[in-house]
T-cell receptor, first 116, second 112 residues
Framework: EAGVAQSPRYKIIEKRQSVAFWCNPI?????LYWYQQILGQGPKLLIQ????????DSQLPKDRFSAERLKGVDSTLKIQPAKLEDSAVYLC??????????????FGAGSRLTVL | GDSVTQMEGPVTLSEEACLTI???????????LFWYVQYPGEGLQLLLK?????DKGSNKGFEATYRKETTSFHLEKGSVQVSDSAVYFC???????????FGTGTRLTVIP
């Protein structure tokens, strides 16, 4: 099966500019996640979707970050305006199970953002 | 709240040496526990998992046992190879939830 696709792989922008990342999960996976991985740290959950609904966005900085999954398949994460501290790898993951219960997340290769 | 504390690195070992990376967790109920690995230039990959107390997860020569009495899930391998060089993340899936909490990662370098 095809993996989780993400683009772009790399992006360099200046602070106060905007950027968007795209993710296409594994076919049939109802749950989609966006994680932020700052250099030297573990991934941190930003937002979790179940189909096209938001399950958890408690850690998403909503003044500058937004995400959508309009048709319950692919998703876009946007940052506007970007700050220096947003420099990180943005990881998309998907899983098959419903809103609760142990299951395996499959991760994409990530989108590395550098804010200058 | 739920959290994972992972042994800090980096760890440098000679080929064929024994590996242990410590991981302890804080959580209510009975979380599931995972080890993910990130090879250079690649995304996170599941290495192994355990879903209940005393379960042992294993894969590619790596093992970890879910110890509820010590709230630990230490990663072990008896003989590491150069190809095992990567960053290893311990992660927790809380009871009744569907997301993961990650540790800070431990970078392992194996030298010939």
């Amino acid at each position: 099966e095809a993996g989780v696709a993400q683009s772009p792989r790399y992006k360099i922008i200046e602070k106060r500019q905007s950027v968007a990342f795209w993710c296409n999960p594994i076919s049939g996976h109802a749950t989609l996640y966006w994680y932020q991985q700052i250099l030297g740290q573990g991934p941190k959950l930003l937002i979790q979707f179940q189909n096209n609904g938001v399950v958890d966005d408690s850690q998403l900085p909503k003044d500058r970050f937004s995400a959508e999954r309009l048709k319950g398949v692919d998703s876009t994460l946007k940052i506007q305006p970007a700050k220096l501290e947003d420099s990180a790898v943005y990881l998309c993951a998907s899983s098959f199970a419903g809103p609760s219960g142990a299951n395996v997340l499959t991760f994409g290769a990530g989108s590395r953002l550098t804010v200058l | 709240g739920d959290s994972v504390t992972q042994m800090e690195g980096p760890v440098t070992l000679s080929e064929e040496a024994c590996l242990t990376i410590n991981c302890t967790y804080t959580a209510t109920g009975y979380p599931s526990l995972f080890w993910y690995v990130q090879y250079p230039g690649e995304g996170l990959q599941l290495l192994l998992k355990a879903t209940k107390a005393d379960d042992k997860g294993s894969n590619k020569g790596f093992e970890a046992t879910y110890r509820k009495e010590t709230t630990s899930f230490h990663l072990e391998k008896g003989s590491v190879q150069v190809s095992d060089s990567a960053v290893y993340f311990c992660a927790l899936n809380p009871t009744g939830a569907n997301n993961l909490f990650f540790g800070t990662g431990t970078r392992l370098t194996v030298i010939p």
